[in-house]
Structure formats: C-alpha cells, structure tokens
C-alpha cells in the first residue's frame, strides 16, 4: 500500500497548480471507472447552528456545467446527504441514491434531500465513491468519484475501488493542501481586523478591556470600541460568546 501511495505521489506532486493537481488526479480516477469527480476543502465545515459551511475549495472535473453555481450559490452544498455523511464519518464509503441499494445513504435520506436527489437522478450520477479527510485544527475535506450505469454493476464496481481511490485522496490532500493561500485556509464570511482579533486574543486570556488597555498601550474607548466591532461582526451577544466564535471559525489563528 506504502508503494502505490508513493506511486500516486509521484504523479500528482509535479502539478504546479490546483488544476494541475486536479487534471492528474481525474486521470488517475478514470483508470478507476469514475465518470466525475468533486473535491471540496473547507477550513471551517460547520457553522454555529449546524449547517454545512459552503467550501472554500470546490474543484470538478467532468460535472454538469451547472454544479458549481448550484452547490455553491444555491444552497445545494447545504442539503448534500453525501457531504453530510462524510462529514459525520472518518472512513471511505460508497454510496447511491437508488431505492433498493443498500448503502449508508439510505438510512439517512429525507425529504429536504429531494433537489439534489433529482439532479443527480436526471443526470444519471447516483452512485459513488466519497473519501472524507478530517485535518488538524478542524479543517475538512473529501473526494468524490461519481459513477453512471447501473447501480448494481456500479456499486460492485466502486466497492473493489475504494482502496485505491483512498489513496488517490490522500495524495491528492497531500499534493493540494500546500498549495492553498492563507486566505483560503480562514474562513471566509467574517473578517476581524488585526486589533480586534489582538483584543479577542487578549480576552481569551482572561484579561479585562482595562487590562488589554494597558497591553495594546491603547485607551481603554479603544479598546472597548475594538471589541464591540468584533461581537457585532460575529453575532455575539458578550465578550465570551465573541471569544468561542472566533476560536470556531479559527480567527484567531496566526
């Protein structure tokens, strides 16, 4: 297993480039059977109240044109019953929308599933292969191999290539991860400037705003007014709520 990992490291280590990395690795899921594939990465996978956060990374190879805009734009990333098993789960597992196929999907489709259910059974993608990669620090990410055909043959299929697209996962993470701007790796939807996340840093320390005052050698109205911009921008309704908001979406991170 150490020398076809180190197999697919060769071949997707020269990409200069996300695409790059991308292009060898659907050319590797190919050799597989795959007809598509999906790679998402997000620093941060779930908000607050639960919700899937949309990714900050959303790479296809051979989708429908309009997949980006849909799972990214119109909610469909929220109501993914794949993305949200592979979120709940450390292992590699096959998966398909069919009735009568007896994978984990079942036991987790509701209603509220229903768009992307339809959109994939029109285009005759319902069955797959998803890696989910759990990283430090609470980052997230997963591959998916999508499959046409008959979900029998299909399924059997995927079965016997979990383990060498697992690889290609790993490697693909391995190869890609680098290659991310800091930007990227931060969550995106709420920016703190550099005093208000100095001052959420300070008071996760314990210290008081008249303490952090006299750390920053700044007033203490300035630093009050820092730390009301910081619980505004993150819906807190305290200084302690602020501080466990950030430290979820990993803004205080250097």
């Known amino acids: 297993m150490l020398t076809r990992l180190t197999a697919f490291n060769n071949r997707l280590m020269p990409g200069r480039s996300l695409d790059e990395q991308m292009d060898n690795t659907f050319i590797l899921a190919q050799q597989l059977g795959f007809d598509a594939l999906v790679y998402d990465y997000t620093p941060v996978p779930i908000d607050q109240d639960g919700s899937l956060i949309t990714p900050s990374v959303l790479e296809l190879r051979n989708t429908p044109p309009d997949w980006h805009a849909l799972w990214c734009s119109e909610g469909f990333y929220q109501i993914d019953p794949v993305q949200h098993l592979a979120l709940s789960t450390v292992s590699p597992f096959v998966w398909s929308y069919e009735a009568k196929a007896q994978t984990a999907l079942q036991k987790i489709i509701d209603p509220c599933h229903a768009p992307v259910s339809s959109y994939l059974h029109e285009r005759q993608l319902t069955c797959g292969v998803s890696v989910p990669i759990h990283l430090p620090r609470g980052g997230f990410a997963s591959l998916t191999g999508l499959r046409t055909g008959k979900a029998s043959t299909v399924l059997k299929d995927a079965q016997q290539t979990l383990a060498d697209f697992s690889l290609i996962t790993h490697a693909l993470q391995e190869a890609a991860?680098?290659?991310?701007?800091?930007?990227?790796?931060?969550?995106?939807?709420?920016?703190?400037?550099?005093?208000?996340?100095?001052?959420?840093?300070?008071?996760?320390?314990?210290?008081?705003?008249?303490?952090?005052?006299?750390?920053?050698?700044?007033?203490?109205?300035?630093?009050?007014?820092?730390?009301?911009?910081?619980?505004h921008k993150l819906g807190a309704k305290n200084r302690v709520q602020a501080v466990v908001r950030a430290t979820h979406y990993r803004l205080l991170e250097d």
């Open 177 to 231: 991860y680098p290659l991310f701007s800091k930007e990227l790796r931060t969550y995106p939807h709420i920016h703190l400037t550099k005093r208000e996340r100095e001052c959420l840093k300070w008071a996760a320390d314990g210290l008081t705003a008249a303490e952090i005052a006299t750390q920053l050698s700044r007033s203490l109205a300035v630093v009050t007014l820092h730390l009301a911009s910081a619980m």
